[in-house]
């Protein structure tokens, strides 16, 4: 059994010794975390936004007389077995909205007397309606009492989908080849170590070192070093996020403001120190093999 | 203790640093093996702490055959060998302390033991006050110095030392020989490499000499340098 305070101090020691490699190593680590990261963190707050109020643009805008039922019309509306969700949005509500888009027209929305936006219906479909009954709805409902004019926006809301899909795979595409890098630029900061102690190694095996006693620092080494790597890229990510927060408070952009409100939940957060450590481990061993390896023994 | 049986070494197709060499040496005994430079006497070192394998024949150490030990307990049995190298091989950026105890670290053994055990050995070699001095801050001799303190710290049950007396002074060299004849008192094997003649003599000990990769038996050497007497066959005329 090998003592953890030596396989402590020798990782510290290995550390120590290549201080620019290890450097290097633990920043592209932190670079090739912080890209899907980042990708990941637009999905979360796009998909947020197409699953909010928002972001979920109704498949159909009916829009109302003043004087119309709204509630009789809703549920006339949601007793179809392909419609979600009825939201009734009524002129104040509409005007909030507005102005939570638009806050730099906050001056001359405080003038209105009286809500300038007419009451609405917002229809949104099943995920399993088929293509074309926004249209079909708002056909129907064009022709009701009450209602002023349809519109259907299925395509948009269907498109808007597809696109934070896009960012998520991308996302996952982009982290996998940056992971990638990530362990073979740890793998290549452990070989560099390894050339370093190359003589030592052979003295510590003479002296009968197991190759467990030999391995173990180094394999700590790296995973210490993606996971510092991992840290660094969470933090990054952090500190992206607040900044462009700040920035948008203090200059709001009517899309951005919206759905930029949400960092990545703790669990995900806590990935990517968690995927740093296991691409330094997966990097160690790519570059000394694993204990029953004899890679390592050739050097001896 | 060491059986060897037919052991060759050859690097590569045309070079024989050992062959066919064969002897025991019993457990508790102190032998010298010497030799020119180039003899074989360290690569024959070599093969019995299995930094390098045998081209041919078989090495028992302590009844086992190290040629088909298996991986994993080689270090186990290298733990029972301390090897004094003839260049040392102390870790630069390790202090003599540290250097010295470097395998009673790994397997966990309590600090103030490890710097018990380190400043009794180094007190046997005169350098109890350079525990921690990096190798660098050493002379030659300090460094060999090291070098057995290492080897002995663990009471090992063989002692191989490739010339451990080379980079000292007369002095030194015979009080560190004197050393090795109390570790082999107390029942350590000794294996001591040297072309020290002087100090072979001085010391009585058995002695294997090494020639061109050959052990040299001088038995044997009498025997085939012994003049050729034939009868010669008797031919009939007829």
Known sequence: MVRPRYIFAEAWSIARSSPRQTLAAITLVALALYVPGLLA???????????????????????????????????????????????????????????????????????????????????????????????????????????????????????????????????????????????????????LALDLHRDEVGIMRLMGATEGAIRAPFWLYATVEGLIGGSIALGLLYGTYRLALWWLTRDPHPVLSVFWVGFLGLPAALLLPAFGAAAGLTGSLLSLGGGKSRRLTRIA | MIQLYGVSKKYGPFRDALLDISFQVAAGEFIFLTGPSGAGKSTLLRLLFLEEAPTEGQILVNGRNIGVLPHSQIP???????????????????????????????????????????????????????MNAHPDELSGGEQQRVAIARAIV?????????????????????????????????????????????????????????????????????????????????????
Do not use: C
């Open chain 1, 41 to 191: 963190l637009l999905a979360r707050n796009l998909g947020r936004l197409a699953a909010s109020d928002a972001g979920d643009p109704p498949a159909v805008t009916v829009t109302l007389l003043p004087d119309a039922d709204r509630r009789a019309l809703a549920e006339r509306v949601a007793k179809d077995p392909r419609v979600r969700l009825v939201r009734i949005v009524g002129s104040e509500a509409a005007l909030d909205r507005f102005r939570r888009a638009y806050p730099d027209l906050g001056a001359a929305l405080a003038e209105l007397r009286e809500a300038p936006f007419p009451p609405s219906l917002e229809i949104s479909l099943r995920a399993s309606a088929p293509r074309g009954t926004a249209q079909e709805i708002a056909g129907a409902t064009r022709l009701w009492p009450g209602v002023e004019s349809v519109e259907a926006t299925e395509e948009f809301s269907r498109r808007f989908r597809d696109a934070v899909g896009l960012v998520r795979n991308a996302g996952l595409f982009i982290g996998a080849v940056l992971t990638a890098a990530a362990v073979l630029s740890v793998a290549s900061a452990v070989r």
């Open chain 2, 154 to 238: 663990n009471e090992p049950t063989l002692l191989l030392a490739d010339e451990p007396t080379g980079n000292l002074d007369p002095v030194l060299a015979e009080e560190i020989m004197r050393l090795f004849v109390e570790i082999n008192i107390r029942g350590t094997t000794v294996v001591v490499a040297t072309h020290d003649l002087e100090m072979i003599r001085r010391m009585g000990k058995r002695t294997l000499t090494l020639e061109r990769g050959r052990l040299h038996d001088p038995d044997r050497m009498r025997a085939e340098s012994a003049p050729i007497v034939r009868e010669a066959p008797f031919l009939p005329l007829s």
């Open chain 2, 76 to 130: 186990h049995l290298r733990r029972t060998m301390g090897v004094v190298f003839q260049d040392f091989r102390l870790i630069a950026r390790k202090t003599v302390f540290e250097n010295i105890s470097f395998v009673q670290n790994v397997l966990g053994l309590a600090r103030a033991e490890q710097k018990r055990r380190a400043y009794h050995v180094l007190k046997r070699v005169g350098l109890h006050h350079q």
